[in-house]
């Protein structure tokens, strides 16, 4: 046993693909850029590759720091590291920033070469299915035939089941953390609040914001609100603010009393700051086409049926957005396949944001899994 | 890696390639055992973060579920066995897991400490609650809830028109023919759907 270490330095690098990309919707991307990062060393059978799929906000700076900031810590740097769970003297670890992201990939702030202009509302709808599409191409290119594990929470499970299905023979493992195999109308409904938050602002220009020098901050600010209140479990958010008022009593004003008013006030704010809002439009739409069985009837069994990977299944007792219900329906369609299926759900009051702490049980669980896996 | 001696019982029960459902299964070592001597497709469910744990180490599909609410997600007739090695004597809802083994596969096995075992009956006698290698837990920090002998599981069967197919019981792992409810410290069973 080491102590658990960060990966150190790190730094992202760009695959430019030629080939259009064909979508779901119809839609064919003419030529894209993917950033990405790597974390630890491809062994020589090149069998020790783990991708790690990013959520909603996530990018592909997923573990370690950049020279020049060490503030910059990756989101999923609890989990990835020498002596950690994903331990990177094991396997070599991916990040990879999605199509339609706003972190360097191709997306809307990127330039259409059609027009020389930002794509912003131009920019083509893509689904879960396209982002494993792309990734699949990444993988080809660094020369992965089969990954170890494809390891994702929320949006991130999505994708690492929807590569079980689209391509069986190069998953070794799957670990779907706090996910679902479709959203429910209630959670689509908070997505579509978002969404409205960030068409209705007026200066999202019809998606063409970056021509007039703007950014449709209040809404996005108001999107990422309502998020977060889904991502905090009710005890949580008690335990943490309850009622705390910052002046001590009511003053009777719209100005931030509450101490949790201030808490979504700043969260919208800062991510308003550094977040594209047609990425935002584009994350959320995905999350509500996501439906493998959709194809099948709505027959989730049946959906997963070609899935021939061993995977693990984690949800979180607190978390409402993605519920327990919610995995354990992945749970119960693979046990139907007879597939190699194990899961947990973890005692936390920290609702779906639960997937990014790193609670031990839920820690040492991951470690356990990602130990027995063979390279 | 614990190994019990009705796991020996238990695996000549079960024909290679079952699929098996391992209720309470502790660390997945008896799953373990069958995945390597009779290539079962296993899964076992426990509630406890622990052992959850340990059947990840080993190498077992383990899948958390609270029992005493039954089974529901599992289809019916799905399993070939259903295994319940000396965890339904912890179990509060006896009647409603022992229906849902039987919905779920074609046949339960279920062990359980014999407390109608003499040297049980002696402890009481004596004025002292059982401990032994079958109960060897004291009053106090007893993971069990129900406390019956090889004579009440067979009237709770008959009852519920749960068929017993087979029953083998043991002292401290050797076979009792006679008078298994006073000379059994351990009763494994094999069970079907009646009628």
């Known amino acids: ?375 | 890696m614990s190994y019990r001696y009705d796991y020996e019982v238990i695996t000549q029960w079960i024909a290679p390639g079952e699929k098996v459902l391992d209720l309470g299964c502790g660390d997945g070592s008896l799953l373990k055992h069958l995945a390597e001597v009779r290539q079962v497709q296993g899964y076992g469910v426990e509630n406890d973060p622990d052992k959850l744990l340990a059947c990840t180490r080993n190498g077992v599909n383990v899948i958390q579920m609270d029992m005493e609410k039954g089974l529901a997600g599992i289809e019916d007739g799905f399993f070939d066995h259903v295994i319940m090695s000396l965890s339904l004597q912890a179990m509060h809802n006896t009647q409603g897991i022992l229906a849902e083994m039987l919905r779920v596969a074609r046949e339960a096995v279920v062990s359980f400490p014999n407390f109608g075992y003499w040297r049980h009956r002696q402890s009481i006698l004596n004025g002292r609650m059982p401990v032994s290698e079958s109960l060897p837990h004291q009053w106090f920090n007893t993971p069990n809830v129900r406390f019956f002998t090889i004579s009440d599981f067979d009237a709770l069967c008959e009852m519920n028109g749960i068929a017993v197919r087979e029953r083998l019981a043991f002292d401290e792992g050797k076979l009792i023919l006679d008078e298994p409810n006073f000379l059994a410290s351990v009763a494994v069973y094999r069970l079907g759907r009646g009628g």
Request: one cysteine or more.
């Open chain 1, 1 to 375: 046993m080491i102590q658990p270490q960060s990966v150190g330095v790190v730094a992202p690098q760009r695959a430019h693909f030629a080939e259009p990309l064909p979508l779901r919707s119809g839609n064919t991307l003419p030529e894209y850029e993917l950033v990405y990062e790597t974390y630890g060393e491809l062994n020589t059978d090149r069998s020790n590759a783990v991708l790690v799929c990013h959520a909603l906000s996530g990018s592909h700076h997923v573990a370690g720091h950049y020279a020049d900031a060490p503030n910059s810590v990756g989101w999923w740097d609890n989990l990835v590291g020498p002596g950690k769970p994903l331990d990177a003297r094991k396997f070599f670890v991916i990040g990879v920033n999605n199509l339609g992201g706003c972190h360097g990939s191709t997306g809307p702030i990127s330039i259409n070469p059609a027009t020389g202009k930002p794509w912003g509302a131009d920019f083509p709808f893509v689904t879960v299915e396209d982002w494993v599409e792309a990734q699949a191409r990444l993988a080809d290119r660094l020369g992965i035939q089969r990954f170890a594990a494809i390891v994702g929470g929320s949006l991130g499970g999505m994708q690492a089941l929807s590569w079980t299905l689209q391509y069986p023979e190069r998953v070794a493992h799957a670990v779907v953390i706090a996910s679902a195999p479709k959203l429910t109308a209630q959670n689509i409904a908070f997505n579509e609040v978002a969404r409205q938050a960030i068409l209705t602002d007026p200066d999202f220009h019809g998606g063409d914001y970056y021509a007039h020098g703007v950014v449709p901050a209040r809404g996005l600010k108001l999107a990422r609100m309502v998020g977060h209140i889904t991502y905090l479990s009710d005890d949580a958010m008690g335990d943490k603010f309850g009622r705390s008022l910052r002046h001590g009593k009511a003053i009777y004003s719209y100005d931030v009393e509450f101490e949790i008013e201030s808490y979504l006030r700043y969260q919208g704010d800062k991510f308003a700051g550094f977040f594209d809002a047609n990425t935002y439009l584009l994350a959320t739409k995905a999350l509500d086409y996501f439906d493998p069985a959709f194809e099948h009837g709505g027959n989730l069994p049946a959906a997963l049926a070609p899935a021939t990977a061993d995977f693990l299944v984690v949800s979180f007792s607190t978390d409402w957005r993605f519920s327990p219900a919610r995995s354990r329906e992945i749970v119960y369609a693979l046990l139907h396949n007879q597939r190699n299926v194990s899961y947990a759900q973890i005692e936390s009051d920290a609702g779906h944001d639960s997937f990014l702490l790193d609670d031990a049980q839920y820690h040492a669980l991951l470690a356990a899994y990602f130990d027995r896996i063979k390279v």
